[in-house]
């Protein structure tokens, strides 16, 4: 890994630190419709620095942690690890992570500079069950009784918060349902 002071993290330079938020929504499936749980979550991004690879790309790699709790309970509900990554060469961006319930993908896109109108900027993923370059894998399990076919992650960032909406397509109790997750963080 390289020193990170001289690596260009391009979109993810704003994302590294600590973010807490207390506005998050989630809407995820139940055999009988859905359940809609109001979360908190702590999200850590740390800079690790760059990686080459085979001496013909380099990366920029932003590590996180995301721990979420119901707001009911306190209870966590999700807990996941990966990575951002930044090319700079191409212009792509991605996101690599695994969830403890035996589903892991690497989703893309392109990033071009786009920021919103507070001139935050806006990323955006995405990985598909057949795409070919944006994979998702899962575990048989998963696959026969929860198979996630589609990842959609938006996070718009600026020097003092963060917005993001991951959309998750599930097959899930013999329909597609839209898991979808919405938070507001702000630099802790």
Known sequence: MGETTEVDYGPLT??????????GVDLAPEPDGAETSPYFETLVFTAIGDVTNAEA????????????????TGEVFHDETGYWLWDATTGTVMKSFTIPRGVSLVAGGSHGGETDADGRTVIRVR??????????VQSPFMRDNATTTEFRHEIIVGADSLDYSETT??????KSFEHTDRNRLRRA
């Open 127 to 136: 990985a598909g069950l057949d795409d070919p370059d944006w994979r998702i």
């Open 14 to 23: 704003h994302l590294v630190g600590t973010w807490k938020g207390a506005e």
């Open 169 to 174: 397509m599930v097959d899930i109790y013999g």
């Open 57 to 72: 790309q380099t990366l920029a790699v932003v590590h996180y942690r995301q721990i979420v709790h119901r707001k009911s």
